[in-house]
Nanobody, 119 residues
Framework: QVRLVESGGGLVQPGGSLRLSCVASGKIFSFDVMGWFRQAPGKERELVAQISNGGRTNYADSVKGRFTISRDNAKNTVYLQMNSLKPEDTAVYYC?????????????WGQGTQVTVSS
């Protein structure tokens, strides 16, 4: 099992910044793809950003140029730096660990952290 604990959410004004952190513990595989997803009220959970063990990144079009995902494998931590925040970024943000072992996929999720962008 993998345990993921997010932190760093909160209330911020439009144009502001936040940095989310996610610490992983348990049966961690270094080749896991780590990511951030978000879910706004009444909407489906959507991918925000992902990063491979080698540092390859993937972003949703809506956050490109504003958000940056990074990981510190030595600390088992993944970060999401969010700049130029907009009200539409308001959501619960979830950390995700995705792995494929012998063709079998597994996903682990954190409990989520609320991000609210409002004046």
């Amino acid at each position: 099992q993998v345990r993921l604990v997010e932190s760093g959410g909160g209330l911020v004004q439009p144009g502001g910044s936040l940095r989310l952190s996610c610490v992983a513990s348990g049966k961690i595989f270094s080749f896991d793809v780590m990511g951030w997803f978000r879910q706004a009220p009444g909407k489906e959970r959507e991918l925000v950003a992902q990063i491979s063990n080698g540092g390859r990144t993937n972003y949703a079009d809506s956050v490109k140029g504003r958000f940056t995902i990074s990981r510190d494998n030595a600390k088992n931590t993944v970060y999401l730096q969010m700049n130029s925040l907009k009200p539409e970024d308001t959501a619960v943000y979830y950390c995700n660990s995705h792995r494929v072992v012998m063709g079998v996929s597994s996903d682990y999720w954190g409990q989520g952290t609320q991000v609210t962008v409002s004046s």
